[in-house]
């Protein structure tokens, strides 16, 4: 008799092994990129057991479940098309926001305009005119006119011939008015308010605001992120971009331009910050590595588009339009994002997870079961979640503080680098357009390579070439070699650090825990937003000072500071190949001796 129930004993658990594995089957990831079947039913059940019932598995368990739930309802079906086209469209206005100003803020040739001659211009002058401009505007050194001072005793008029000359004056005194060079950019912000002479500095503090009103969205981003979801964050910041796209279009005054690119900044951060903290939890590990290399794509695609529509257009006003379309698209197609399960789940909004999931599941074709998130690992009431705690011990507080240097110095070399191309010798268009071409290709290079290669020493790599091609732009200054040996060592430094920065968003993201990843991310924006502030000014350090070196000073201060902060990166852990942490506790249960992973290691845990 107890023979009998031992072999029924037997029977019933073959016959279940087969369920728990299949089930397990489900949940894990395809590491080789079959289609699953678009009716996938798992036993919850056995959700829990895929990696073991030791006690000692569970956290471990908890998190990759939450992993592999997105295989489950489907990682490459309509929802992932939905995440991707409003990812290009936010990222789009991000990059257009960020960098107009090259062509808008772009100091024409100009002088001094004639008192008294209503026809004063730079170009197309009569062959009187041109002999009243050699009388009457200082030259310099290299032959050309003095930018910022005319003689007095300038009184002309439309009936003046070369017989009724005036003498030339001996005094000089500073203009009011100027005229200028129209070759470049018919109308840009410049021309229009004459930010040039004792006003030239206003062009610094413009793009220095852009810069503040970055630092305010990534304070406030984080925190609004994790309070109220990270879907309203997305609309919000899609509005507000739109309205800014716009409106910056028709400031009148120094005033109104500064406030626009103020908000231009604050909107721009806060829309790329919510959407790239969607994309870090809504995609799996493989993918999140290529989430901002495809930003970079975007980016150098988006500058190849500027550089076309600036040349095309030259009208500051045309071109801040022109630009502004994707806003329109973008706020009519956020409003379909669903909320990240991943926060509603560290918030305890269990069953509003649970819908959010069976709303992904049903756009991509997929049947998961009711209950499917119960099991997930949720916070613990009784402990309120505030920034603090990622600074609890030492270890913490020093992983955070080289993040932070990092930030700022990667910001402050990537916009000024970026800034610096207006000040670049030979032709504007074709300069961003090139560099827009190098950060394309070396960010599609990435994209084959990111998996690959370690985070931290890929980064440091990429920062470490940057700053070296930076410091030698003195070299052709010294052997008086032509000019554009400089544009080209700032051009392939300026594509090298737009490689790095990507990888330091991911790398930032994945060491954040899920309660604190939108505070984590938004504080470290929050603070390359020092490096941004100084990049606007560091960018314009060739047009206050004189020497042979003048002209190439930005990039050596740029290239120098890259290098002393991209060494302390050496000192955090490897992220590539790993789950992402849920909690702060995941984080300080790592043992000290096992934070940093091999290459081995990492290919193994990719597969898990």
Known sequence: MELKEDQELNQESQEEIPEMTAAEEYLTPDTQGEERDSFIHVEL????????????????????????????????????????????????????????????????????????????????????????????????????????????????????????????????????????????????????????????????????????????????????????????????????????????????????????????????????????VLGIEFLTIQQRSLLSIFTRIIFGLCDLYMALMAYVLRDWQYMLLSIAWPAVLAVALCWFMPESPRWLISKNKVEQAEREVQRIAKMNGRSVPHGITQHLKKPDEKRKLTVLQLFAERRLIVRWTILYINWIVICMSTYGLVFYISNMSGNIFMNFAIGGLLDTTVAVCNSFIVNKLSRKYFYFGCSVFSACACILTFVPIVLDAPSWCVVALSLIAKAAMLAAAPLLYTYSAELFPTTHRGIGVGSCSMMSRIGGLLSAYIADLGLYFTGNLASVLPQIVLGTCTILGTLLVLFLPETRGRNLPETVEDIREKPRGNETTTLASNKQTAVA
Not at 113 to 140: R, T
Not at 143 to 165: A, L
Not at 233 to 238: D, E, H, K, N, V
């Open 45 to 276: 059940d056995d959700l829990p057991k895929q990696n073991g019932n030791s006690q000692q598995d569970t956290a471990s368990s908890d998190n990759k479940t939450f992993e592999n739930i997105f295989h489950v309802i489907g990682h490459n079906g309509r929802f992932q098309i939905l995440l991707l086209v409003i990812f290009v469209l936010t990222n789009i206005n991000v990059e257009m926001q960020n960098v107009n100003t090259v062509f808008t803020l772009t100091t024409p040739k100009h002088r001094c305009k004639l008192p008294g001659l209503e026809q004063d211009s730079y170009n197309d002058m009569a062959e009187n005119q041109a002999q009243l401009v050699d009388l009457y505007i200082p030259k310099v050194k290299d032959g050309g006119y003095r930018k910022c001072h005319i003689m007095t005793g300038v009184n002309v008029t439309r009936d003046i011939t070369e017989d009724s000359m005036p003498e030339k004056g001996t005094n000089l005194t500073r203009c009011t008015d100027w005229v200028y060079d129209k070759t470049v950019m018919k109308r840009n912000l410049v021309s229009e308010l004459d930010l040039v002479c004792d006003r030239k500095v206003i062009r610094s503090h413009v793009n220095m605001v852009l810069f503040g009103g970055k630092m305010a969205a990534a304070f406030l981003q984080g925190y609004l992120s994790d309070l109220f979801g990270r879907r309203p964050s997305l609309i919000l910041s899609c509005i507000g971009m739109l309205a800014t796209a716009v409106g910056s279009a028709f400031v009148f005054d120094p005033i109104s331009l500064l406030v626009a690119r103020f908000m231009a900044g604050f909107f721009a951060t806060f829309l790329y910050l919510s959407i790239y």
